[in-house]
């Protein structure tokens, strides 16, 4: 009776997908410039919220299938590399897709209320997954070489290293060049989604529920102070931290049309990515700077607010309290700085399989260290006040506020 009851679920689901990819692709035939927002407008809640599980139960399943693939692929081809794993129990198992369930559930309620549209929900970079999702299966045996040799510092010749520190010249997550090429950018949103089975974005969208609410109070400050009320305010700036590809600045333009963004990166063959996929969709573009996080170009007290999504894993402990402190430097009083990374020891060791497994993978060689940081305690000796912490699946936020005046 169970395994019929999951069944039939299963098949309200394919039926919704289908119907879904049936409306959507019905719309744009009629009319190629509607978008997402128009063709959910058509359909009741429910079908949307199925076709939205739908979505992500696809995106998963490949995950999967790519990733036992890929490491049957190895094992075949390189038997000699060893890579030894903490051992899973199905209790285990059972643990992550209860987290996984309730961060879609989460994702669907923000939606739901209006803390950003539901197109976001069903927003995919599909040109980019079927242009560079082949040369995903052609790098494996340049990243299978660098495993063999044990050799984490390769860069082509023809790569000026120079200007960039120590800590970011290594191959992380095996990536050919690491993260200095058009390739590795051109990869790198699609590898993050396969890696975490489709939830990479609905754990970046849990940014922007408290991203929302500290703007809300910076506006009402802003708004009570103005000297002439019939004069228009300035616009809010909102700084993404590590803005990579741009895929949170993407978001954070959808939901906040009216804020100045504001993005730096120390890659600029990912700030051009970044470019290129700001520019294909309508609305104002960020302002991009290359540089370093630990050193940002910006006077003191300058943006309201600052985001920063999968950066700590991958930096030196001292890196960390560098970049906290300017991140402090740059806030204005009042404002805030939100971050989203990594779940931790601290408070997830019923995890600590995917926390042993992920470094002993991927090339991370700060992750285990990192698992054991207490932010918390980074972020108030930098001065930030009223420090919250939230966890949503395998990732982990701190929402932390610099003191008014």
Request: charged share 25%; aromatic share 12%; with cysteine.
């Amino acid at each position: 009776m169970c395994r019929q009851r999951v069944d039939v679920l299963w098949a309200k689901k394919a039926i919704a997908g289908r119907l879904c990819l049936w409306i959507f692709v019905t719309i744009h035939k009629t009319n190629p410039h509607a978008d997402a927002h128009f063709a959910l407008i058509l359909m009741p809640d429910t079908l949307t919220k199925l076709a939205y599980q739908a979505f992500q139960d696809g995106k998963n399943y490949f995950g999967l299938g790519h990733k036992a693939i890929a490491t049957q692929l190895r094992q075949w081809l390189r038997p000699g590399i060893k890579i030894e794993l903490d051992s899973v129990t199905p209790e285990f198992l059972e643990e992550i897709t209860r987290r996984r369930d309730t961060l879609l559930e989460t994702d669907w309620q923000d939606a739901e209320a209006g803390v950003y549209p539901k197109s976001l929900l069903f927003d995919n970079p599909w040109a980019d997954f079927f242009q560079y999702y082949p040369a995903i299966w052609f790098d494996l045996p340049a990243m299978w070489d660098r495993v063999e040799a044990d050799d984490v510092y390769n860069f082509d010749q023809d790569i000026d290293t120079s200007m960039f520190p120590r800590y970011y010249l290594r191959n992380f997550h095996h990536q050919t060049n690491g993260y200095l090429t058009d390739l590795s950018a051109n990869l790198y949103d699609t590898q993050v989604e396969i890696l975490f089975g489709g939830t990479a974005d609905p754990m970046r969208r849990r940014i922007l529920a408290p991203l929302k609410q500290a703007l809300s109070v910076k506006q009402a400050v802003a708004n009570t102070i103005q000297d002439r009320p019939d004069q228009p305010t300035e616009p809010l700036k909102v700084l993404d931290v590590a803005c990579g590809t741009a895929r949170t600045l993407k978001m954070l333009r959808e939901v906040f049309p009216k804020v100045s963004l504001f993005g730096i990166d120390l890659s600029p063959a990912y700030l051009r990515k970044a470019n290129q996929l700001l520019s294909e969709t309508p609305g104002t573009l960020p302002q991009l700077v290359q540089g370093q996080a630990e050193d940002m170009p910006y006077r003191d007290n300058f943006f309201d607010a600052l985001t920063c999504v999968f950066l700590f894993h991958e930096l030196p402990g001292p890196v960390r309290q560098q970049i906290i402190d300017e991140a402090y430097r740059v806030t204005k009083p009042g404002g805030s700085l939100i971050i989203c990374d990594s779940i931790q020891m601290i408070d997830t060791p019923e995890l600590e399989p995917m926390m042993a497994n992920f470094p002993a993978l991927f090339h991370e060689p700060y992750y285990r260290d990192y698992t054991y940081d207490d932010l918390g305690d980074r972020l108030t000796q930098a001065g930030f006040v009223d420090v919250v912490t939230e966890v949503h699946f395998v990732s982990k936020y701190w929402i932390a506020h610099k003191p008014t005046a």
